[in-house]
Every structure is written in C-alpha cells, then in structure tokens.
C-alpha cells in the first residue's frame, strides 16, 4: 500500500516549527534527498540553523531539499520543460528542481509562449526527443497545444494562476488546457508544478525500466 | 445618430412571417444586400415563396440575403477568415459571407487549429497581408494567440461554442481569447461571427478611405 | 511536425456523408485500424453499407473501427482500466477500445466505486501492476485519489459527467480530480475516454520501448 | 420558539468588546459552558483578563468557552471526527471541542486521508462503531464518500477551504460531498466544523435519549 | 465492510431491461421492500409484466417498490417532511415514500413555504416532536433555516431545482441552505430526496434503538 | 435631463485630497446635506479640518454629511429598516441614514433574523404599517421572503458580503432574494445600503405626494 | 398575515388539469380577475372548454385571466413599460398585462434599446411622467441604466433570457442591472416580468393613495 | 515572424531590478519610445536613478516611458477614448498615454457615463469624428453599446474592475460589453487598457496608410 516515492512536504501554511520537525523526524529514519515544495526563505533559513545536516534551497522554484545526494536514476533520455512567459519560472522551477531531485535529466525552455512562436520552433530538437514535457502556462495557455502538436510523447500541462481580469486566478489557461484538441495532453491543478514533476518522473522511470 | 450601415436581421427565435415581414419593409424602403443572419432553411424557403424579388441562401453560414447586388467596396486587400476545425464552419462561414456581402474581398483559411500548426504556416503570406484577420476557434481556441503573434494587423476572434466537457459551450475559448498574450487581439460573443465581420468591415473601409 | 498516430475521427455533430467522406478518403491513403469516436449507430451503420471494407462496431464505447488489423505494439504489461459505476461504463469502454486498437493489452475492472471499497481492494494487483491506469468516475470522483494512492505509476483520470444537481454536467468530478491529493495524478476532459487513452498508450509504449 | 441549546458566539469580525459584552450577558443570565468559536487569541486574552470568571481558549479549534463545566450529556456511544490532512486539524477541532463541551464522546482520528487508505483502515472499528461521523476533509473531499462506505451510521461531511487553484476556495471538496455515491451523507458548509459538530451532537443526543 | 441497508437502484437512464435484471437479481437474493427511485411509469410497466412478483408504483415520487412488506423499524415517534410549494412535491414525496417503506411514520406538511408563513405555524406541534425533519424547498430554500429555528431535532435540507432564471438550476437553494444561520441543518444534493430519507432514517433508528 | 437629488460621493478608493474638492465643489453650488458614502473615519478627519462648514460622521453607516440641515421631505408614514444579524448593521446603517438625510422618516428593526422568527413578529406593526420595507440580510437571505409575505408594500433587498464558505462574498444571499417567492420584493446589489435608500426614499415621496 | 393581492398562479410545469382545479377553487371562493401566468395556448384552451365562466388569454404575455372585471385602481398617472428589442416582447408584456389587470394604466414603449437612443429619447415625457418605470432588456441590458439616469422615480429592472453566448441564459442583464451606476433601480429575476408588475403595481398604489 | 511594434514591459510583479534589466537590454538594442506598463512610482524611480537616460512616468496611467521621442506617426484623424467614471480614469489613460506614446492624436472624453447621458451628447462630435473608439466602463459597462450606437467606427470596449458585489471583479462589465446589441464592438480583457490601445493604433494606422 505504499505510493513509490517518499512523501513530500507541502510547506506553505505550515510554521517554521511544524516544517522541522517533519524534516528531523525524515532525517531519523534514513530519508534522503528530502523535499519541500512551497518554501519560503524564511523557513529554510530556520532549518538551516536547527538541523544538524545540510540543507538546500531553490529560490525560484521555492524549494527546500534536505539531506542532497546526487542520483541519476533514469540516465537514458531527458523531461522537456517548456514554459510561456518569465512570470511562469516559479513554477516551471518548481517542477524541473523535482524532477532532478528526482534524479531525472531535464532540459530548460523558458519563455517560449506562443505569441512568439519561432522561439519555440528553435528548440523543436529537445523537444521532440524529451521521454515527456511538462508545459507550463498562464494566461491563455495555448502553449500545451502548440507543443503537443509537435510531439508524440505525453505532455503535462500545468496551467498557472499568471495573468489578470478574466484570467480569473488561472481557470482561462486551466479550461484551455483541458480542452486542448492535440493529442496526449493530460492536466494538473494550477500552479502545481509538483504535481507535474511527479507524472513526468513516472512516465521517465518506465522509459528508463528495460536498459 | 445612425450607425452607418443598414439593419441585420437576426432571425432565430423570429417566425417565418416576423422574418418576412422586416424583410418586405426594408425592401419597401429600398434597400439592397438585406442580411437576415441565423436563418433555417426553413425561413429561407418561406421568404423564397413569398418575396416576389430573389433571395439567396448560403448554407453553413446561415444567411440570407436578398436585393443581392455585387459591390466592391473595399477593393484595397482583403480580410483573412481562419478557423480552427471543421466544427467551426459555420461561425467562419457567417463572418466570411457578411464580409463578402459588404463589399470586401475574403481569403478563407479553414481547419489551420494550432495542434498541427505546420497547415496554418503554409498560408502565412494570406495571413500577413491582410488588413484585418478574423479567427474562428471553439474548443481550447488557441489559434487567436498564435494568429496575433505572426501579424500586425487587429486580429477579431470569434470563440465557438464547439466542444465538450469543461468547454462549458464556448467559454474556455472565450477566455482563452481574452487573455491573449500576444498584441493586438480584440474578442466578440461566443459564436458571434457576424460581430466579427461588421469590425473587420469597418476596419477594411478605413483602410481603403484615402485611396 | 507529425503527432505520431494517425487522426481520429470525432463522429458526433458530423452528417453519415461527412464521416464516410474521411473513412474513404484515409482508406484510399492506405491506412489501418481508422477509429471514429463518439459514433452512432446510424452512422456504423451507414459506414457498412458504403464502404467496401469491413468496419466493425463498438456499442457501449460508441467506437466505429475501419481497416481492423490486430496488433500487439506493446506486449509487456497492461494498462489498467477502473471505473466507479455502471453509468460511467460508456467513457471507460471507449478508453477501453481505443487502448486495445492501438496495440495495448487492457485489463478492465468496472463497478469498483469507492462506497464500497473491498470491491477495488479485490483487484489491487491488476491495478498495482499496470504501467498505467485509466480511472473514470463521475458525481464525487474520488475513485483517482484512492487508486493513485495505491499504485506508483501513473494514474490518468477522466471525470464523467454522470450525476445530477451540484455535479454540474461533470464539473465535480472534475474539481475532484484535479485537487487529488494522492501523486501520480493527471487529468483529461469531462467524458475524454480517448484522451485518456491516447496518453496511456504513449506511457505504455515508453514502457514497452527498451525491450 | 427556542432552539434546544443556547446562543453560541462567532467573533470572527466581532471587536474584543463586542465579544466580552455578549459573554458578560450570557455570564450574567447564569448560563454555562458559553462558547465562542472563531475566536483569535487576542480575543481570548482580553476576555481572561476582563471575566471575572475563568475562560478557557482550545488554540487548533480557536474556540473560547467561559464557564466551563464538565457535563457528559451522552454517556453512551461517541462521536468519530475523522479529518484527512494535518491542514484540516483547525477545522476538525473545531468540530470535537464544541462536541466535548456539549457533553459527548469524541474519538479523534486524523491524518487517515483517501491517498493513504491503509491508515484509514486501521481505525474501522472506532469509525464503525460511532452513533455519527464527522469526516472533515479539503482538496479534493473524497474522505466522506469511503467513510459513508464503511458505516452505517450518519456521516456529516464538512468540506475545508485547504488547497489552492482549482479547488477554488473549498468549492471542489463541496461538490464532492454533495454528490457522494455512498448512502448516508450530509453536508454543512465550507470550514463549518461548528455546524457539523452541532448536527452530531443532536444525532447522539436522540441515540442516548431512552437509556 | 457492507452499508447496512440494502442497495437501491437508481433508475435514471438505465433501460427497462437493465433495470429489470437488477430487480431480478435481488428478488433471487430473497430481498424484500426492493427499492427503484427516478423510476419512470414505463419502467414500471415493464416490470410489472415480466416478474412474476407484486410491484408498486409510486407516482409523485417516482419509485418502484418490489416485494414490498409493512414492517415499522422505528415505531417511536415520526420523520416530518416539509415542502414550500406544490413543485417540491415529486422530491418531497421521494423522500417520504423511502422513509416508509425502511418502516418509519412519516408525517408529511406540504405548501409551508416561508412566503405564507402562517401555514406553517399551523403545523408547528408536529413538526416540533419529530425526530428529525426533512425540508425541502426550491426558489429560494428559505424553509430549512425557518424550520430549522423552531425545532431542536436534525434538519435534513433539500434543494429542489424549481425555479428559473437566476435559480440556476436549485443553486440557489443549495447555497441558501449551506448558509442557514440557524442550527443543525445539514444539506444533501439537489433533488436528491432518497439521500435526505436515508439519512433521517438512520437518525431516527438512533432515536428508536433504546426502547 | 435631471436624475431629481443631488449627487452622492462614493468615497471608497477616493483620496482625501479628491473628497475634499468634491464635497467643497459641492458647497460652492449651494447644496446642503450632501452625502458621502463608504467614507473612511481618516476621510471625514481631513474634511473636518479642511471645510470651514461643519461636517458629520454617522460611524456605523460609514457616511459623512456635509451642511447637515433637518428636513422632513416625507412627514407621513415611515420606511422599515430590517436586519437579519449584528454583522449586517453596516449595511442597513447606511440604509437608514441615507433615509434620514433624505427627509424620511425611520423605524430601525436590527437583529430579526429568520432563525428567532419570533424577534421578527415582536415588529409586526411597524413593520406592516411602512410605505417601503428595506431588507437587509447576509448569509442565506431569507429574511426578505419571509418580510415579504407579511406586508403589501414593496420590499427592497440588500443582500450583504456577510459569511463565508458558500456564501460566496454575497452571492448566496444576492440569489436568495432574486428567487424570493413572495411578492413584492425587488433587489439591489450586494452590501448596496446607498441604493436601497433611494429607491425607498422615491417611494415613499410618492406616498406622500398628494397630501 | 395576507400579502394584500389574491394568489397568482404560476402556469408553467403544471397539468392543465391542476391547472383547471385551482381556478376552480379560486372562482368558487369569489375571486375575480384571476391570474394565471406563464400559461400555454393548451392550458387556455383547456379551461375554457371546463370552466363556465369567460377566459381571457393574452398571446405575448402568455397570460390566462379568468372573471376579467374592468377596474382602475390607480386613476393618477400611469406605470411605462419600456424595453429594448422585439425579443424581450413576451416579458414587457407579461408585465404589461398584469399591469392592466390590478388597476393601473400602463404606456408600453417597446423596441427602444440603447444602440439606437434617439428611439428612447423620443419617448422622454412618457417616461418620465410616469409613477414608476419597468425596464426589460436582454442581451447587455444597459436600458435600465439610461431609463433611470432619466428619471427621478423608481426603475424596475426585468432581466431577460434573451441573447447567447456570454449572455449565459440571462446572467450578463442581470450583473449589468445589479450594477448600475444610476440611482433608483432594483431588480427582480431573470424573466420575471410578473414580479416587476406587483412592484411597480404597490409603487403607483401609493402614489394613488391619498388623492 | 515580428508583431510590427517593439516589446512593451508589463511592470507589475516584477522586481525594481528585472524592470531595470530589460529597459537597459532595449536601450542597447537602440530602441526608443520603450513603454512599460502596471509600473509603480517605485518601479520609476529606481529606473530613473539607475538608467543614463530620461525617463518619464505618466501617474494616472501607471506608464514609464524611456526614451521619449514625440513622434506622429498617424497624423490623420484622431482616435477618442471616452470612460465611465472618474474610477475608470487609471484604464482609461493607460490606454490614451500608450496611443500616444505609439504616435496617435487622442482625444479624452472622460466621466460620460451613461446614468447622465447628457455628458456624453455634448461630445458627440469628437466621438463621432474619431476613426476608432476606445470605451472604458467599470460597473455596468453600458457605455460601449450607448457609443457603439453613435458611431460607425470600431469601438473597442475595456471593462473595468471598478464596483463591488456582483460586479465580481469586473465580470458585469465584460459580459455587457461581449453582449452589445449595437455592431461595431469588440472586446479586450478587463482592465487592460494596453491592450485596447494596440488595437486602436492598429486601425488608425491602416486609417492613415494611403495618405
Ligand atoms: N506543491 C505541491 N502541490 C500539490 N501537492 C503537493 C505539493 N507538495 C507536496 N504535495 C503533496 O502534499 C502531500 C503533503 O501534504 P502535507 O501533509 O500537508 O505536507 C504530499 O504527500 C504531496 O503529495
Ligand atoms: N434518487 C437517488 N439519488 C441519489 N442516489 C441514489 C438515488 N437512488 C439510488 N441512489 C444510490 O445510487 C446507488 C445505485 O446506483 P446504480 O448502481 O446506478 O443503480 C445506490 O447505492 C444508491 O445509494
Ligand atoms: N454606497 C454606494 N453604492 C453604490 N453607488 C453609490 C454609493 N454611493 C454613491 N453611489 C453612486 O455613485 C455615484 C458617484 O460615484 P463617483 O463619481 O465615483 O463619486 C453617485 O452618483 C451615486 O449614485
Ligand atoms: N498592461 C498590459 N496588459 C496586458 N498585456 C500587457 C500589458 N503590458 C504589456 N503587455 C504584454 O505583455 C508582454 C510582456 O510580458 P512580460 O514578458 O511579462 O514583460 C508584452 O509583449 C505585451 O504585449
Ligand atoms: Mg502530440
Ligand atoms: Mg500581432
Ligand atoms: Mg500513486
Ligand atoms: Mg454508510
Ligand atoms: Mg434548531
Ligand atoms: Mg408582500
Ligand atoms: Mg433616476
Ligand atoms: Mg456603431
């Protein structure tokens, strides 16, 4: 009955206090590579100084990594993250930070959002060979369509809650998304980056699983 | 105080004798290129019968029209009409037909939706000359975004009530639209393909003043 | 620019005249196994009397398949197809179908909604084994996060609209779904049986690839 | 015209004084076991220090009671209030106080969410032999449906606001409650664990009533 | 792990012959008082004709009842059904006719709704001595917090989907009832008149388990 | 083209500086009693400085009054001022004085929500015997519809922000009184005291009128 | 406790034979003039065949009248009916009808909708003489702002059905009327042409009442 | 693949110093007339400090400008930018500050919201002469269609999230405006004065192209 990967924390709401002590109570039972997503600098620097043990944080993508240990668990092939605008990074940092926590290969493309569509066809390559894409987009979000049109492995839309007026905190990209007429698009929540990194990480392990 | 083009009639909802008698009126005052938009072929036939003057229907748009007299009234360029899918024909159809109607020369580029782009680069040119763009998608109705990205010219979009599920009958494409990130994209009512033409329309005139 | 299978037919809101006109037209093409989605009767119907090849008839998954040639593209494992109630058999059939056309072995386990739960339980190593899982729910949807909670590969979900008053045509299943807080989650379109299916088959081939 | 149990104070939004003048008139019509729910801290410590009379503050289910004296009303049987994720502690507290100080059993599970069924399990026998179930439950809502499964005694669901994009504020795990296939469900509105521990309690008063 | 009442067929959408298979198979089983609601009068007929055995038909309510045999489960006291107006009836009766027959007194008060509240007045003694009340209303579903301010018992709230306009379908009085200021009203899905009886039934099973 | 009262600043979102030179504006042209709404106790600080003319604050209506002067537009009858809750003071405060600015006379009904009809009853007389009702209620609303069925004369709803869950910001209420069963009962917008004022105060000018 | 006009019934929904059954009742108990809204040609045809007294039914408004007495209750002044395209005719005239029944002389101006003002302008006395002004709109509803900008008696706002689209059965008329920046207007449901008449109805009744 | 007007900064979330990175970036580049907009006073004066170059910031508008080069690039005719409401001033000059800066003559027309029409009439000219429209109204948003009647030129409606309630943020405005019974409309995003600017200068420039 257990979910294949160890739990990760979802730190936001929670206080400096109730962060540590899930982390001290991972430590203790041998965990490594431990994670919080939705961190705040804050309370990083406050595991910093209480924990005995190393500690990480990914600013952009918000993520606090415990107990870092370098493993590359799937070598063959990379995950594709593709995000429209800067004001997606926070979340495509998010998964992509995952991902390699993970012990995935991932390619970066930011800012490739499809009213500037020749920035996108210029990565066309790492795209097209990636075992997934996670797209991540706010706004319209019209770039999961565009990409899954390109592609034949599944994409991972994420939409995200950048945008404003009938944006209405991220449904418009949310609606797109699901509605996308391409083949092989799945969604999560919005702004759920992890989510993503999570179903591109599982898709990557059974394309790693024969070697 | 009058708004420089003659009255449209909308004729759903209207029985075939309401629809016949604006038309006979309008005739009465004697007017040409009468528009009745949203027509069945039901109320086609009725007026066909009744009208002693000719009467023409145009299928998918759902249009009638009668005091058909050919103008050019904007002989400078002309308005592109795009859409997504085949689904979306009738909406394109009713902007294409109106636009031709009120003297504009119209270049149709159907089934260019965003999932496979290469089919809307092969028109790239029709689409870069025009002096106005209308773009027709239902579904996640991306093609608007894409549409603005490759041209400098107003872009209308027409969201279509087609699809399923979260389409929630044309609003995620409505608000995909809204939300363009690219510059120059201005939106009518859900299926509203005639709104679309009378901007277009207006548009094209301006362009065409000063010759 | 390929997506890497060939085009579905999306059946519903076309003519019989329509539908045949692309069955003709991709047979002419050479292709196999063409599958129309969303089919009536009338149009399977319409399809045997006109064309010169055999069509075959799927009735709960509303699936016309032309050309049919089995083939097995992914012998290793299965993908996992669950559903909660009988009303939900017809989306979990064209998941289904489609699966088994595109070369996949399927193992269904209908009726396994989580009021009563020893009934999933019964299953859970048909479910645990898959390389992916198709979870169709409709009215609460919590059929996603109890599977994705006991199983590490990834869980495609596709809320149905079955259900009445608060569900809003699908809209509960969906919201569910989405905010599963179990891992491995993703999320196709209110009734998408096929686009469920399309990303499970490309897991699966990635799982099958090395071999 | 009375309703069976005296007035309870909500002093979210209330001013410190506003608050200590109601508790003082209630103080003063000789009433017991007065109960503010919602209260903040602040709230609590002016009060301490105004009341002549001793006041006691539950922190998690920010809950003030002046008053108070242990009474158990409903020697037989207990109230189960089962919550799925630490973040629905405020809101499941707030649900076993208000029963405590009514004069009921209470039985606390939580943490024993849908995505880690197994630790729901390991509590059945509680969960089962409860005379009402509260199941407090955010995100995506599904603890109340498999929990209704389990028992055959009432379950009041109380959907949470925890969560973020598309479980728009508590929307997502309403709906699911709402719509839940198990028999034996009712639902109070979004964070009312006030509500629900209401309902339970007359639930258990009508069970203990002919001892 | 079983509910403890004996399954119900929902007969919306199931086919006459569907739904006779499910009578037959309990009716093998050796279950009595078989319970069928959203039944239709054809379904009915059609059952009536081919199973051998007596079957029932409950017009307003819309419920077939097979095997039906007089038992009184809870012979203490009675479940009040209230209604607002004389649209409520088909789901008021829902309820009322699935309280009886799992062996409850029902006392039924219809046309009470808020706007004329003197009728209501009318019926307050045996409402008051109920043991749990169910009400139900659409409109606005003021008649559960009105109700609900009277009695110090369980109300069960039912929005109907009566109305029109910015009733949206029984919206409206789904949100005034998850709203009621008043105390323990608890609310169950629109129109869903067999989930409110289910609940009040085990309430008042509760209520009659210490005689 | 006259709206027939002088204009009414909506101070909220306005400077100081800005409501200064309005209401100084204002007392240039000679008006009296010229009324601000939504005004902050800081924005009637910096009048009271700044205006050489004596200003008034009304605290709970948030209004500030500038060249106060007593009239009696409407001597006969008087406008019901009705409140559901303590937390809907705001609101109907800024009913009343509103009212009372305009020369009407007032009669204050607070706290008469429909869960303690009995508090509603106690009015019975003053109620019934107002030329207008104004009906301020937050959370469920029903206190409009139950006003509403005990008087012949118009009832104005001001449904309030007041609650939360599914309340939705006022939305619930809003819906409520839309959906009002009784006759006689028209609405304005959320928390929209100001406007609810006018329209009783036309109303009962007209009362008055022909005396 | 009696609302001060005899029971109105609501047509829709019901059989003509419970149709006929109250007109009964209410002919019986002397009544005259009685009204039955939303009714069908069917209906009609029904009780004038049944009943032995006149019948009256009015096409547009869908409106039965049985025991029709020609009565004026309001001799001073008049109530105007305005609205804005021929599609919100059957609702100005339910309004209208319902008018003229209780007592009160009615000015209809119809088709004066806010894209061609000068209509409405040259209708200004009527308008503004009037005791109290219904406004019904569909599609963007902005009549019943500029009607009140120009009078100084209370508007009456009756949202329609009519549009598609955005117009979401109503909702855009509705948020725009709610919203008006115009002093002096309410607002009842979508459709409710009926409701605006009591209104307005009590509105002019007062301003009758002391001649 | 170019839009046809250089890349404008959308200022808002993003840090004083990334403002600074891509400002200087163009600079370099040798652009001039660099537009960013959403940009606070902060935002402009670390600009200002920072960069060699004069920089402008327009309040109202919330608009920085570097390198300010008055340039007319549309010297025939003028584009009008008509609002509401003095709260619609910030919208109503982002977009007239752009059109500007783009090298348009604007005429302002602001506070001629539609409750006192008058306002509007006497600009009727300047309305009337423009070669396109830009109308900015929060609340009702009625303004769009009353101008879109007066004119025959594109009028491009901005609706503003000016108001409260069930204003929702502006949705009340954007749903009239989509809904405009007058021709000639089309819509941008709430608030996104930019946006309606872009299209504008768009018009005017095919307006002023053949000279
Ligand atoms: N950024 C995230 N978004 C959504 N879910 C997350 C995120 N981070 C962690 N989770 C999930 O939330 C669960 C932990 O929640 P909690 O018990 O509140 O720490 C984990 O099991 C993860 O599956
Ligand atoms: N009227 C009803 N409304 C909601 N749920 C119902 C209703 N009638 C039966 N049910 C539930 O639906 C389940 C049967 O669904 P089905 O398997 O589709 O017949 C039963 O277990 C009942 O709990
Ligand atoms: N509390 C209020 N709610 C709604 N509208 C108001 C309110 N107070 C004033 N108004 C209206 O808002 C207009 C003034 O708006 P403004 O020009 O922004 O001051 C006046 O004409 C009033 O009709
Ligand atoms: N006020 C605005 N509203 C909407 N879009 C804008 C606005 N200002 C700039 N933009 C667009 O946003 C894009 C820049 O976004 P960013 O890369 O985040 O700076 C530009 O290409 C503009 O088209
Ligand atoms: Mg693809
Ligand atoms: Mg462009
Ligand atoms: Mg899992
Ligand atoms: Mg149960
Ligand atoms: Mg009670
Ligand atoms: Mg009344
Ligand atoms: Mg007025
Ligand atoms: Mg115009």
Same mark, same amino acid.
């Given at each position: ?21 899930? *982390?001290? %109570? &991972?430590?203790? %039972?041998?965990?490594?590579? =431990?994670?919080? @997503? %939705? ?10 100084? $209480?924990?005995?043990?190393?500690? =990480? !944080?990914?600013? @952009?993508? %918000? =993520?606090?990594?415990?107990?870092? /240990? ?7 092939? $990379? ?24 012990? #995935? +290969?991932?390619?970066? &493309? !930011? ?6 569509? $020749?920035?996108? *066809?210029? $990565? ?6 990636? #075992? ?14 565009? /990409? ?27 609606? @797109? &998304?699901? +509605?996308?007429?391409? +083949?092989?698009?799945?969604?999560? #929540?919005?702004? +759920? ?16 699983? #024969?070697?």
């Amino acid at each position: 009955l257990r979910q294949g990967m160890s739990e990760v924390i979802f730190c936001e709401g929670k206080t400096k206090d109730q962060v540590l002590k899930i *982390f001290e %109570r &991972m430590i203790e %039972r041998g965990e490594v590579n =431990i994670i919080g @997503t %939705r961190a705040s600098r804050e309370q990083y620097e406050y595991l910093r100084e $209480h924990l005995k043990d190393d500690v =990480i !944080y990914y600013d @952009t993508g %918000r =993520i606090i990594c415990a107990k870092r /240990v370098e493993i590359i668990k799937n070598p063959k092939g $990379h995950v594709a993250v593709v995000s429209a605008g800067t004001a997606d990074l926070k979340v495509a940092e998010e998964a992509a930070i995952v991902l390699e926590i993970l012990g #995935n +290969n991932v390619k970066r &493309m !930011y800012d490739v959002g499809v009213a500037g569509i $020749h920035r996108l *066809f210029a $990565h066309l390559d790492e795209i097209q060979s990636a #075992n997934a894409v996670v797209a991540v987009a706010g706004m319209e979000g019209a770039l999961a369509s565009v /990409v899954a049109g390109l592609v034949s492995k599944p994409v991972i839309a994420v939409p995200t809650s950048i945008g404003y007026g009938a944006n209405f905190k991220g449904l418009s990209a949310l609606l @797109t &998304m699901l +509605n996308s007429c391409a +083949n092989g698009v799945c969604v999560v #929540n919005i702004d +759920n980056g992890f989510g993503a990194a999570v179903v591109a990480h599982m898709i990557n392990s059974l394309a790693n699983q #024969n070697l």
